[in-house]
């Protein structure tokens, strides 16, 4: 689970003089607080996602689902009204740090409201799949142990915010251990006893239906990709010849042939050669020899997200095929002398581990100069640094 940041106040009811020596450090961890806030929010980013499908059904009548209101309700009258909400996992260019849904009262909620019985709820992630129209309540079931409470609405105009973090960093988890299908959020309602809460449903398109707003840190952290002792940077980001344009976010690490070469990230893996001899092959299909390379935002699909490859394997040593789901870590084959090892073996063993974003190098600098490995940034890995 991504780590959510959270950042401490002091009042003056607490504190009421900050003169006393002691009481100062309390006014510069303020100052600090405030500073590490802003930092924060300079390098966050924000997107915001819209339901695929929303619904509502209940354990007495209507009995299946039904997608076609322009609301979705929770509460009852002795049986419960639950409302269920899918969206598309969220693919961001970067490390999750919160994910909100928010719901916004529709007018049916109104009297409700007035009257001090409208209902809060509890919102879960969907264990099983639902259609809009149709599914059975008998056919739903939910996590109970991943939830997140709001409470009734007070007001009309305000928006309900349900912090749901935690689930969302389930759905996009880069360990397939951990990684729960997203079949999105069930709300069950806090009361049933003729009390409502109405929300608007994506029938009202972006501006009243439900959002999901994902929070995230532009760049991603990749582990080491290799295991064992240190190795020496051969060739750093941005370094001719071969480091250029598409190719720019690459390290060259001088290994000795057979070391054990490891997904920097979990992923499923989108590429793999494994026949190219030894010996240079310096240009075309086999200037990169055996490969490995692995898209990491979990659709297979190279045009979204961030792709890494590892470049230069023992022929016959690759341990991974296409479509194989990898988590980080795991062993993917071992260094070697095949494709363009400039200047030729002995001298010229290493592994290419190259980074890119939607499948390309050149015109994604927003997104790569982020990228870190093993905690230090890609572009601060100069040619001769030991890593």
Same mark, same amino acid.
């Given at each position: 689970m991504w780590p959510v940041l959270h950042f401490c106040s002091f009042t003056k009811k607490t504190h009421p003089n900050l003169t006393h020596p002691m009481k100062l450090s309390y006014r510069i961890l303020l100052v600090l607080t405030v500073l590490m806030s802003t930092i924060f929010e300079a390098h966050a980013e924000k997107q915001t996602f819209y339901p695929k499908k929303d619904s509502w059904i209940g354990t007495r009548i209507n009995k299946s689902t039904r997608g076609d209101d322009d609301f979705i309700k929770i509460g009852g009258s002795g049986d419960r009204f639950y409302a269920l909400i899918q969206f598309e996992t969220p693919s961001v260019p970067g490390t999750i740090t919160s994910a909100r849904l928010e719901l916004e009262p529709h007018p049916n909620s109104f009297p409700y409201i007035m009257s001090g019985v409208a209902t809060g709820g509890t919102v879960y992630a969907s264990s099983t799949s639902w259609r809009e129209n149709g599914t059975s309540v008998t056919d739903l079931r939910y996590y109970s142990y991943w939830s997140e409470s709001f409470s009734a609405p007070r007001s009309a105009s305000r928006t309900i915010t349900v912090d749901v973090t935690d689930i969302v960093s389930l759905w996009t988890s880069s360990s397939?251990? $951990?990684?729960?299908?997203?079949? &999105?959020?069930?709300?069950?309602? +806090?009361?049933?006893?003729?009390? @409502?809460? @109405? *929300?608007? =449903?994506?029938?009202?398109?972006? =501006?009243?239906?439900p959002k999901l707003v994902v929070t995230y840190k532009i760049g991603k952290d990749f582990g080491r990709p290799f295991t064992g002792s240190q190795a020496t940077i051969t060739r750093g980001p941005g370094k001719a010849p071969s480091h250029k344009n598409n190719n720019y976010y690459s390290v060259d690490f001088g290994l000795s042939e057979g070391r054990r070469i490891v997904a920097a990230e979990s992923g499923y893996v989108v590429r793999v050669e494994n026949n190219v001899p030894p010996g240079?092959?310096?240009? &075309?299909?086999?200037?990169?020899?055996? *490969?490995?390379?692995? +898209?990491? $935002?979990? $659709?297979? $699909?190279? =045009?979204?997200?961030? %792709?890494? =490859?590892? %470049?230069?394997?023992?022929?016959?040593?690759?341990k991974v095929s296409e479509k194989q789901w990898v988590n980080k870590g795991d062993l993917i084959g071992y260094s070697g002398n095949t494709g363009n090892v400039d200047p030729p073996a002995p001298n010229g063993h290493h592994l290419h581990f190259e980074v890119r974003y939607k499948n390309k190098g050149a015109g994604q600098e927003k997104y790569l100069e982020g990228v870190t490995i093993d905690g230090k940034l890609i572009l601060d890995l100069k040619t001769g640094l030991s890593f």
């Open positions: 397939e251990g $951990d990684r729960i299908k997203n079949n &999105g959020f069930v709300i069950r309602p +806090d009361l049933n006893f003729n009390t @409502y809460s @109405y *929300f608007y =449903s994506r029938e009202w398109g972006r =501006s009243r239906g240079p092959q310096n240009s &075309g299909a086999k200037a990169a020899g055996n *490969f490995v390379k692995i +898209d990491h $935002d979990g $659709d297979k $699909d190279q =045009s979204t997200g961030y %792709q890494t =490859s590892y %470049q230069h394997l023992q022929k016959g040593s690759v």
